[in-house]
């Protein structure tokens, strides 16, 4: 069986080319699973995960859920909203309380930078960092390259431009990392306030003219602004971002070829991108959605091959 080089998925930059190879060519197989009409396998029958979100979620938590059920894991799952995180619990408590009750993995969920690989060192169970506040999304970056992979063959060789708040994405540095291994040129692009100044020190190209920057991809990957982590004023006006950013009809239909358009979700429609884009067919977004859960179980199943059952 293909092994994974790594314990844990803390994040992308700790993974090879091969890993990636291994995830998808597992993800191939589960994602023919999820489209029987008995959609599980016994696999993990006796593994039990706990999904700790201690920040906001849709999309990665039902997925992750979905994913552990089809692999029949026992599944539990923790909410900081509803939790004793709220009187005052450490982390690390918090866990080893969880573990006590014999967990075999955590998908964790956390506002900072660094907290699953934080874990993965003090625990026995293995970790998936399900994001972490600005640092790495590691599952929505495997999940969005195997999307490009499944609309256009490959990765290797392709250009993908990254729009939008790259400052405060976890997903845009994850994005670089995975695309960059598989062979792919990245772009970012944004107000200048939004891009990071290390941003050229990742061997990324910025541009600031999204006219440009859709003219010079295949794909573009549409990022919303994430307010809830800027605590300045990082341009004028929403408006102002939507009028200079915001992917239109009318912008897509003036490149000079049809371009490939995801988005991450949560999708801020009318800011980002319009309603009319976001549900056209050159959008890719719930096909994004459908590969998670086939892309989770690849990355739950490979990780729970290394759990030592002595
Ligand atoms: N893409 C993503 O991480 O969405 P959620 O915040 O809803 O999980």
Same mark, same amino acid.
């Given at each position: 069986m293909d092994r994974l080089s790594?314990?844990?998925?803390? *994040?992308?930059? +700790?993974?090879t080319k091969n890993d990636i190879e291994i995830i998808f060519k597992t993800a191939d197989a589960f994602k023919e699973v999820i489209n029987?009409?008995?959609?599980?396998?016994?696999?993990?029958?006796?593994i039990t995960i706990a999904n700790l979100f201690f920040e906001n979620s849709t999309r990665t938590r039902l997925s992750f859920e979905l994913a552990e059920k089809r692999l029949s894991a026992d599944v539990v799952n923790f909410s900081a909203a509803s939790s004793s995180v709220k009187k005052g619990e450490t982390l690390i408590d918090t866990v080893n309380n969880i573990l006590?009750?014999?967990?075999?993995m955590v998908v964790m969920r956390h506002a900072s930078p660094g907290a699953a690989k934080f874990l993965a060192e003090r625990i026995d169970a293995k970790v998936i960092n399900a994001g972490d506040g600005t640092h790495e999304h590691p599952t929505q970056a495997l999940l969005d390259a195997f999307s490009i992979r499944e609309r256009l *063959?490959?990765? +290797?060789?392709k250009k993908v431009v990254i729009v939008g708040d790259?400052?405060?994405?976890r997903v845009a540095l994850s994005n670089i990392y995975c695309l960059q291994k598989l062979g792919a040129e990245v772009m970012v692009c944004g107000p200048t306030t939004l891009i990071?100044?290390?941003?050229?020190e990742l061997g990324v190209k910025v541009e600031h003219d999204l006219a440009k920057a859709l003219e010079w991809c295949d794909v573009a990957n549409m990022l919303r602004i994430q307010l809830e982590r800027?605590?300045?004023?990082?341009?004028?006006s929403i408006r102002e971002y939507a009028m200079q950013y915001g992917l239109t009809k009318e912008i897509l239909d003036n490149l000079s070829k049809k371009i490939v358009v995801m988005h991450p979700g949560p999708i801020n429609r009318g800011v980002e991108i319009t309603s009319e884009v976001a549900d056209?067919?050159?959008?890719i977004i719930l096909n994004q959605v459908e590969n998670g859960v086939a892309v989770r179980m690849a990355v739950i199943y490979l990780l729970a091959s290394k759990i030592n059952r002595d």
């Amino acid at each position: 069986m293909d092994r994974l080089s790594v314990d844990h998925l803390t *994040g992308i930059k +700790e993974l090879t080319k091969n890993d990636i190879e291994i995830i998808f060519k597992t993800a191939d197989a589960f994602k023919e699973v999820i489209n029987r009409p008995i959609k599980k396998v016994p696999s993990l029958r006796d593994i039990t995960i706990a999904n700790l979100f201690f920040e906001n979620s849709t999309r990665t938590r039902l997925s992750f859920e979905l994913a552990e059920k089809r692999l029949s894991a026992d599944v539990v799952n923790f909410s900081a909203a509803s939790s004793s995180v709220k009187k005052g619990e450490t982390l690390i408590d918090t866990v080893n309380n969880i573990l006590s009750m014999k967990v075999d993995m955590v998908v964790m969920r956390h506002a900072s930078p660094g907290a699953a690989k934080f874990l993965a060192e003090r625990i026995d169970a293995k970790v998936i960092n399900a994001g972490d506040g600005t640092h790495e999304h590691p599952t929505q970056a495997l999940l969005d390259a195997f999307s490009i992979r499944e609309r256009l *063959g490959k990765v +290797e060789g392709k250009k993908v431009v990254i729009v939008g708040d790259i400052l405060h994405s976890r997903v845009a540095l994850s994005n670089i990392y995975c695309l960059q291994k598989l062979g792919a040129e990245v772009m970012v692009c944004g107000p200048t306030t939004l891009i990071p100044k290390y941003i050229h020190e990742l061997g990324v190209k910025v541009e600031h003219d999204l006219a440009k920057a859709l003219e010079w991809c295949d794909v573009a990957n549409m990022l919303r602004i994430q307010l809830e982590r800027q605590d300045i004023k990082y341009f004028p006006s929403i408006r102002e971002y939507a009028m200079q950013y915001g992917l239109t009809k009318e912008i897509l239909d003036n490149l000079s070829k049809k371009i490939v358009v995801m988005h991450p979700g949560p999708i801020n429609r009318g800011v980002e991108i319009t309603s009319e884009v976001a549900d056209s067919d050159q959008a890719i977004i719930l096909n994004q959605v459908e590969n998670g859960v086939a892309v989770r179980m690849a990355v739950i199943y490979l990780l729970a091959s290394k759990i030592n059952r002595d």
